[in-house]
DNA sequence: CGCGGGCTTGACAAAGCTCAAGACTTGTGG
DNA sequence: CCACAAGTCTTGAGCTTTGTCAAGCCCGCG
């Protein structure tokens, strides 16, 4: 945990071992100022417990989180009890950062583990980091699309394989993938509210998954066989978002 | 069409006049300042035919727009033929506005009908338009979310009925709307794409929704029989976006 | 008047859901 | 170290919603 006080000469250390920072870092932030305001942001980081709520829906944002460790994620509730998460928060991500004066959370966010996060630095404080922050927001937004497509016209074995896919090369970005693996801290009933489905369909498809071969799963975690071929097999192409050369954003991992 | 030569003194009249700037009062623009520029940009208008494309997925995004007249899509194309269009765009909403110095287009956008755009003002040049586009960019998203929410979790008729209600909403804060009637310009077929179902499901459900008297539908016209009961048949809540006072954000029109 | 796009309908098939029960894990307290 | 409880995962049977295919209809436009 990142709690140790973090000066400048520190900054390019941090920022090598901290998952979320590796991100920002794989977004083009390769500034020095920026690395520092980033270490000391992380420096100031706080712990919350799985399941809180670290923004609620239609209530103000009290302040702008960057997640560190752990996963949340941004989900609605309906009336009746149906829910839907809209999508997964991971290390590096940006929680509520909006340029309004006095924005309202549209979604709940929720802790999925336990989650150590911090007060990202502010682009006013920290110039340097305003093209991180604005890849970030548009990479947020393709992601939004992915999970509209996949909703609207995948079919649940489509919709599994793509989730776990984005999955994997956002956990690639961050090196917290072992190669073709990484850990999954979802449940199935988790997962089924996600992709719109039930979990009993879910465990279904997974298992067929698991039996054409295309991925393990067991105790949290999960391997997929070969990430390049499941891809082509569904159609799946990663999310681009910046023309900038030198921008290394969505990353495919070499297939096996 | 906007064509003539708009003065600042004119600004005040053209915002009443016409629908984009309606709606973008409605978010909360009130300064002279951003409405002369702003009319400035609306003379400067130019039509796009139907079917055209704005801007392509994975491409550069040209310049950013501003929707005048008429209705556009964000679309993505599934490499079999299958669509899934991810939001309408009505007059008045900004396409392509990234802080990014060389976006890429997330979506294809495309010309639904025929469409007069601008591009708008940069918020460089008019700071006084920064809220409103701030609002702007966060009810994009709280609809992006609503989409998620209604592909994920409604079944046919609710999505149906909640899409036409988001529709009608948005076109009230243009008054664009005729009370509870409004012109859709979509066949059910584009419209079983927005809503991941075929449009032969659609046909049926649009007719039980007739059958229950809870629209009509004919020419390209639509009346809700009574927008304020069917939201609380379908536990819909419109999406809240700013916690400012006098922003008339997600206004709901008075039931019948 | 005929053409073409969009709407409507029917019969049937497939995907996904519901309910219900049992098996397996994992963490906890004795 | 064991036994239990709670939460997950797995499986089956039957059902509902939605999709597929195919044909006919309607209406506006050239």
Redesign the interface.
Known sequence: MPRNNAHAADARHELAREPALVGLAALGLNDAAGAASLADAVARAYPVRARRELTSE?R?IAEPRMLLRGWAA?V?L???G???F?SFLLPGDLIGM???????A??TVIAVTDVVACRPPSIEETPAL??A???S??LD??Y??A???R???LNAQERIADLLLELHERLTRNEMAQGNAFDLPLTQEVLA????LTSVHVNRMVQQARRDGDLQWKGGRVTLADPAALARKI?RTP??????QGVAVAIVAPSA
């Open positions: 239609g103000p941004r609605r309906l009336p009746d149906r829910r839907q809209m909006s340029a309004q004066p006095q924005p309202l549209a979604a305003a093209g922050y604005a890849l927001a548009a937004e393709a939004l699309l999970q509209i497509t909703l609207g016209r509210d996600a992709l719109g159609g999310p681009r978002v910046s023309g900038m």
